[in-house]
């Protein structure tokens, strides 16, 4: 396992430096040798997402909560990704379901790791939405980003800069 170990871990050094090739064909190699590592299908369910290739991220992150069912992350980026293509009432039940898994363990509720994670998904979304000068829904999303990581000041200078393109500018 030493050897799988090494290419997880390669791939997922390819993942934090943004090298989507590299970091994709790793765990492509890692998955053949591990088929039920949850995580492997997460950052691919990622990659897929940062590509654009929006029904294989549909897939894995699919496959993510077929192998865990109670994967917070995975649950709340396929509801995002339904949500997006309009498959709504899909997306809202498995957000629901993804709440209701974080009300059972009520330890996670107001766990500061998990904050974290649920906000720096809205913040992607925010980055997304800001990208294509949605801007209500950009503020929207960054919003809840920093309600959930008020110590990310990154996000309230990102609040600034909406405001700024709305034109709300102090003189």
Known sequence: MQNADLIFNKAKDAYEQSDL????????EYININPNNAEAYFFMGNIFHMKGQIGKAIKGFKKVLEIEPHHTEASISLSVLLNDIGRYDEAKKIFERANSNLSISKEGVNDPQINRRFSLKHYELAEMYFSYGRY????????????????????????AKVYAKKGYNSK
């Open 21 to 28: 090739v590299n970091s994709s064909k790793l765990f492509e």
């Open 136 to 159: 209500e829904e950009s503020l929207f999303e960054y919003n809840k980003a920093s309600s959930l990581d008020t110590d990310n000041l990154e996000i309230r200078i990102k609040i």
